[in-house]
Structures are given as C-alpha cells and as structure tokens.
T-cell receptor, first 118, second 112 residues
Framework: GAVVSQHPSRVICKSGTSVKIECRSL??????MFWYRQFPKQSLMLMAT?????????EQGVEKDKFLINHASLTLSTLTVTSAHPEDSSFYIC??????????????FGPGTRLTVT | QQQVKQSPQSLIVQKGGISIINCAYE??????FPWYQQFPGKGPALLIA?????SEKKEGRFTISFNKSAKQFSLHIMDSQPGDSATYFC???????????FGKGTTLSVSS
C-alpha cells in the first residue's frame, strides 16, 4: 500500500529557532502534497498545497514566510517553521496524492510530527 | 465558513451496538466523501469513501449512507468494538487535485 513517512515524529525547539519537517512518499510518486495542522482535540486544518517543482499555494491566514514549503521532488516535501513561537506548537500532518493513481481522489496521510516550541 | 459540519462531537456506544456519525456539506461541487479514523498521536487513516452517484457503500462493518438532495452523509459502524474507539472525521473534496476539507471530528468511545 501507499506509505507516507514524516521525520521527525516529534521535535522540541526553542522559541525563535527554525525547524524542518520532512514528508516522504516511500513507494510511490506524489504529484501533490498537502500540509495540515491539527491542534489538540481539533480537526485538521489545511495549511498549503504543494506541487512538485512549483510554489506552494497557502490557505488564507497562513503566513507563507513563516511556513516555508519546498517540494523538490516527487517523493519529498519539506515544511520549515521559521522563527518558531509557542503558539506554533501543534501536530503537523502531511498527505500525498499518487501520480497515476487508480483513484486520483485518494489522499494518503503521514503519521504526523508533534512540534513543541518552548 | 465551515464547509463540512459533523455531529455529534462525542459518542458513547456499548460494545456490539451501532455507532452513527453524521455530516452535512454546503458546496454542491464536492464529489468525493471519505471517512477517516484517527488514533491519538497518529495520522488519519482512510476507512471508506463514497461518490455522489451511489447512495450507500458498505465495507465490512462500516457503511456510508449518502443523501445527495439533503447534502448529507453518514457513517454507520455495526457491531462496534472497543478497538473502534477513536476520533472519526468526515471530509469532502471537489476535484481530484484539491485538498480534503475536514469536519470537526467525533470522538467515539465503545464501552465493553
């Protein structure tokens, strides 16, 4: 089956520093990757959509200069949280859509990355 | 504007019972309606999905009922088990390349 991995699974960083989260599709090429943020006991909120080789499209209210997304290849997308603050502490989840999928609608989710900013 | 409304927020069901979670959507352009299951600290996993050209889809103990005219769809979990205790999210999308829009989630507890 389609597997999406994220690294790291959890990270603690100091306020003001930057942290990079990787999202990889392990056994397929992903035409599109999506980044979501989930606060405790809340739903998944879409942050941005990224297509390989092009700039990410950010949702309204998401600061593109703070949440840098790079989709350098068909198997890797990265989210960098710059100048992190405690309010950025959250569960970040990526998902991917398979290139040439049997079901083009299906999205496969990674296991998430727990970010804690102290 | 919340495009997918989910209810109830929480649900307690006895083992062996039927769990029912409902969702309503507003955008008639939506054409894909999945349900996801999420355990604490994990990413969501696809349970079952339906397209608007069918009114019901069943996979094992999980059934989606879809009412296009009412813009509603629901998840039924038959013979609910303690292992089904998790948070369930309905979602929708309007095109294959776009992102899923999620409901707020339902926390299901199945008591033994």
């Amino acid at each position: 089956g389609a597997v999406v991995s994220q690294h790291p699974s959890r990270v603690i960083c100091k306020s003001g520093t930057s942290v990079k989260i990787e999202c990889r599709s392990l056994d397929f090429q992903a035409t599109t990757m999506f980044w979501y943020r989930q606060f405790p006991k809340q739903s998944l909120m879409l942050m941005a959509t990224s297509n390989e080789g092009s700039k990410a499209t950010y949702e309204q209210g998401v600061e593109k200069d703070k949440f840098l997304i790079n989709h350098a290849s068909l198997t890797l997308s990265t989210l960098t949280v710059t100048s992190a603050h405690p309010e950025d502490s959250s569960f970040y989840i990526c998902s991917a859509r398979i290139l040439r999928a049997l079901d083009p609608y299906e999205q496969y989710f990674g296991p998430g990355t727990r970010l804690t900013v102290t | 504007q919340q495009q997918v409304k989910q209810s109830p927020q929480s649900l307690i069901v006895q083992k062996g019972g039927i769990s029912i979670i409902n969702c309503a959507y507003e955008n008639t352009a939506f054409d894909y309606f999945p349900w996801y299951q999420q355990f604490p600290g994990k990413g969501p996993a696809l349970l079952i999905a339906i397209r608007p050209d069918v009114s019901e889809k069943k996979e094992g103990r999980f059934t989606i009922s879809f009412n296009k005219s009412a813009k509603q769809f629901s998840l039924h979990i038959m013979d609910s088990q303690p292992g089904d205790s998790a948070t369930y999210f309905c979602a929708a999308k309007r095109q294959a390349g776009t992102a899923l829009i999620f409901g707020k989630g339902t926390t299901l507890s199945v008591s033994s």
